[in-house]
């Protein structure tokens, strides 16, 4: 085998394995999307709902700090986000699924606790 020949099959090599590592990357900076989501049973969470300390989250902005679990988790309430913020800095009990991969609640139900 040339050099030359040689020389392409290790770019090609290269390329591919450039490729599936991008691939995996891709995977791992996006883990809410459709083939990755896992969602638990429907449960109940309690703690205080406030804003998300990242001004660009503007999907889920809203985020409840269980402190049952020890756990901040963001909020998805259909995408209404108004309904969510008349319960901000309030203690509060939701009823919903939990998006394990994305640490995300998707919200049944919201009641004051307070």
Do not use: W
Request: net charge neutral.
């Amino acid at each position: 085998m040339s050099g030359k020949m040689i020389a392409i099959c290790l770019l090609g090599a290269a390329l591919s394995l450039g490729f599936a590592t991008t691939g995996e990357l891709a995977k791992a900076k996006f883990p809410q999307s459709q083939n990755q989501q896992v969602h638990s049973q429907r449960q109940t969470f309690t703690g205080e709902v406030t804003r998300s300390p990242d001004p660009r989250n503007r999907l889920t902005p809203f985020i409840i700090y269980d402190r049952t679990r020890k756990m901040n988790y963001f909020l998805d309430y259909n995408g209404d986000n108004q309904e969510l913020a008349k319960h901000e800095g309030k203690e509060v009990q939701i009823t919903g699924t939990l998006n394990d991969s994305a640490d995300t609640i998707q919200v049944e139900s919201i009641k004051d606790l307070g």
